[in-house]
C-alpha cells in the first residue's frame, strides 16, 4: 500500500500562486509514475500534471501548460505542483494520485492510491 497525503491548498486571488506538495509513504519503491488531479463541483475528475518516478518525464493538461509546474523531490518521496497565474476557473479540489505502471497517464482509472485532496479557491 502506498498512502498519499497533499497539503498547500487555499484561497488566492486571480494572478496569484500556490504550491501543493504530496508526500508518498509506504511501499513508494513500487511507484512509477505520480499525477495530480482536480475536481470542480458538478464536474467529472480532470487531469493536471503527472510525473515519471524514475525518468522525470512530465505531462500536463493543455489548460494547466506554461502556468502549472510538476516537480519530485525523490529522496523525500514528495510530489509538488507549482501554480502561477491562477485562474477562477482553476478552483476545485486537487488530489495527488500514484500508479504502478500505466499506459494512459491522463487518465485517472490507471491510478492506484488516492490522497484525500486538498482545496484550492481562486477568487476573481
Known amino acids: 500500500q502506498v498512502q498519499l497525503v497533499e497539503s498547500g491548498g487555499g484561497l488566492v486571488q486571480a494572478g496569484g500562486s500556490l504550491r501543493l506538495s504530496c508526500v508518498a509513504s509506504?511501499?513508494?519503491?513500487?511507484?512509477?509514475?505520480m499525477g495530480w488531479f482536480r475536481q470542480a463541483p458538478g464536474k467529472e475528475r480532470e487531469f493536471v500534471a503527472g510525473i515519471g518516478w524514475s525518468g522525470g518525464s512530465t505531462y500536463y493538461a493543455d489548460s494547466v501548460k506554461d502556468r502549472f509546474t510538476i516537480s519530485g523531490d525523490y529522496a523525500k518521496n514528495t510530489v509538488y505542483l507549482q501554480m502561477n497565474s491562477l485562474k477562477p476557473e482553476d478552483t476545485a479540489v486537487y488530489s495527488c494520485?500514484?500508479?504502478?505502471?500505466?499506459?494512459?497517464?491522463?487518465?485517472?482509472?490507471?491510478?492506484?492510491?488516492w490522497g484525500q485532496g486538498t482545496q484550492v479557491t481562486v477568487s476573481s
Open positions: 509506504g511501499r513508494t519503491f513500487s511507484v512509477t509514475i
Open positions: 494520485a500514484a500508479a504502478h505502471r500505466v499506459i494512459r497517464p491522463r487518465s485517472p482509472d490507471e491510478y492506484d492510491y
